[in-house]
């Protein structure tokens, strides 16, 4: 496969993507909103954000031109920031599966990057958002490394003249990233352009521990691991930060607002790597619950919750239901470590999958400014 060359970028231009670099994310807060959750965007409390990403737009393969899923988006911004004025908001495109099966072959030739980039940046501005979220799940090859890098310059150049000729504030511009290797194969992300173009980018240190497959229940998310294995802390600590080299202030841990449902060998032995049959489910939440519906498990299904400490994480148990997940003591932990790491913030995937009185939100926002 042809190998794109990068165009030359003039004294002008570059002075253009310094001065929009990190223009107004000095910290994020974030959290990702998904149309199809059953959470109307009226019904956001965005007082515990500084950032709400509006997921997913999609890529048409043979256009190259982004489309939007709901109308919901095109009042996204106006709505949330009746209660928020400063929120910002971001239009985040592609995510998992078939969402993001369009980019590489976009990412491959300049004329598809072009069209891509052209249109993300007319319909942020047309629909009021205030920055672009690129969900790529995941580049996989030395080719998808090499084109996102050729992305990513020409997406930042092109933020930056648009800013210049418009007089606008510069369009944000961020990604969500894998947490680990577990996931995929980090070293086929561009770390210096990354750091170069990106005013941050949001790690998923989550789903790294599924009942699939899985003979003992597990942490889905843990931020430490002492058996040496996959963790939050690895991730970016370990890979994103000392592999890649991407700096602290560039990076945003992740919070899973779910969990997964293992199902016990034995109902009497309930602790972290109990045996287990595979997936599980709860009453109201299936095999991959959410918050709320987890809170309901444990109110009013009897389910007895436990922190463990040494791996930041939380479970519960009923009879042969277990289940691991993150509450509220996960989540201060977390924000914590985010914030003696230097990172640039953290951010919730997704944010209708907390219970009703904003609890792991208000948590994660009152850690971060205490």
Same mark, same amino acid.
């Given at each position: 496969?042809?190998? &794109?060359?990068?165009?030359?970028?003039? !004294?002008?231009?570059?002075?253009?993507? @310094?001065?929009? /670099?990190?223009?107004?994310?000095?910290?994020?807060?974030?959290?990702?909103?998904?149309?199809?959750?059953?959470?109307?965007?009226?019904?956001?409390?965005?007082?515990?954000?500084?950032?709400?990403?509006?997921?997913?737009?999609?890529? %048409?393969?043979?256009?190259?031109?982004?489309?939007? +899923?709901?109308?919901?988006? /095109?009042?996204?911004?106006?709505?949330?920031?009746?209660?928020? +004025?400063?929120?910002?908001?971001?239009?985040?495109?592609?995510?998992?599966?078939?969402?993001?099966?369009?980019?590489?072959?976009?990412?491959?030739?300049?004329?598809?990057?072009?069209?891509? !980039?052209?249109?993300?940046?007319?319909?942020?501005?047309?629909?009021?958002?205030?920055?672009?979220? @690129?969900?790529?799940?995941?580049?996989?090859?030395?080719? %998808?490394?090499?084109?996102?890098?050729? @992305?990513? *310059?020409?997406?930042?150049?092109?933020?930056?003249?648009?800013?210049?000729? /418009?007089?606008?504030?510069?369009?944000?511009?961020?990604?969500?990233?894998?947490?680990?290797?577990?996931?995929?194969?980090?070293?086929?992300?561009?770390?210096?352009?990354?750091? *170069?173009? &990106?005013?941050?980018?949001?790690? &998923?240190?989550?789903?790294?521990?599924?009942?699939?497959?899985?003979?003992?229940?597990?942490?889905?998310?843990?931020?430490?691991?002492?058996?040496?294995?996959? /963790?939050?802390?690895?991730? !970016?600590?370990?890979?994103?930060?000392?592999?890649?080299?991407? +700096?602290?202030?560039?990076?945003?841990?992740?919070?899973?607002?779910?969990?997964?449902?293992?199902?016990?060998?034995?109902?009497?032995?309930?602790?972290?790597?109990?045996?287990?049959?595979?997936?599980?489910?709860?009453?109201?939440?299936?095999?991959? +619950?959410?918050?709320?519906?987890?809170?309901?498990?444990?109110?009013?299904?009897?389910?007895?919750?436990?922190?463990?400490?040494?791996?930041?994480?939380?479970?519960?148990?009923?009879?042969?239901?277990?289940?691991?997940?993150?509450?509220?003591?996960?989540?201060?932990?977390?924000? *914590?470590?985010?914030?003696?790491?230097? @990172?640039?913030?953290?951010?919730?995937?997704?944010?209708?999958?907390?219970?009703? *009185?904003?609890?792991?939100?208000?948590?994660?926002?009152?850690?971060?400014?205490?």
């Amino acid at each position: 496969m042809k190998t &794109m060359a990068s165009p030359s970028l003039n !004294i002008f231009t570059i002075l253009l993507i @310094l001065l929009s /670099s990190n223009a107004e994310a000095d910290e994020v807060k974030g959290g990702y909103w998904y149309y199809d959750s059953g959470l109307d965007p009226s019904h956001i409390d965005a007082t515990h954000f500084t950032h709400l990403f509006c997921a997913f737009a999609k890529l %048409d393969s043979t256009t190259n031109q982004l489309t939007l +899923p709901s109308t919901s988006f /095109s009042t996204f911004t106006q709505t949330v920031q009746q209660n928020n +004025p400063s929120v910002k908001t971001l239009l985040s495109i592609g995510g998992g599966g078939e969402g993001s099966s369009p980019f590489p072959a976009m990412a491959n030739n300049s004329t598809s990057r072009q069209a891509f !980039i052209g249109s993300s940046i007319q319909v942020a501005r047309s629909n009021n958002f205030h920055g672009l979220d @690129l969900d790529w799940e995941y580049p996989s090859s030395d080719t %998808d490394k090499t084109n996102l890098g050729l @992305l990513l *310059n020409e997406w930042r150049a092109a933020i930056a003249q648009e800013a210049s000729s /418009s007089g606008n504030t510069p369009l944000l511009l961020s990604a969500a990233v894998a947490g680990s290797n577990q996931i995929t194969d980090l070293q086929y992300y561009p770390a210096e352009e990354i750091t *170069n173009n &990106m005013d941050w980018v949001n790690v &998923m240190v989550y789903d790294l521990f599924v009942p699939d497959g899985a003979g003992s229940t597990q942490p889905p998310a843990p931020l430490y691991n002492p058996t040496g294995l996959f /963790s939050g802390d690895q991730g !970016i600590n370990g890979s994103w930060i000392n592999q890649l080299g991407v +700096p602290p202030n560039k990076l945003a841990i992740g919070l899973p607002f779910y969990g997964y449902a293992w199902t016990l060998v034995d109902a009497n032995d309930h602790g972290l790597f109990a045996p287990g049959t595979g997936a599980g489910s709860i009453p109201s939440g299936d095999s991959v +619950p959410v918050y709320s519906d987890i809170r309901s498990f444990i109110n009013n299904d009897g389910a007895q919750s436990v922190y463990n400490s040494t791996y930041v994480t939380d479970y519960c148990y009923s009879g042969t239901t277990w289940v691991g997940y993150d509450d509220t003591q996960s989540v201060s932990a977390k924000v *914590n470590y985010a914030k003696e790491l230097g @990172l640039i913030g953290y951010f919730a995937w997704q944010i209708g999958g907390d219970d009703d *009185n904003w609890t792991l939100s208000k948590t994660a926002s009152d850690a971060w400014e205490s």
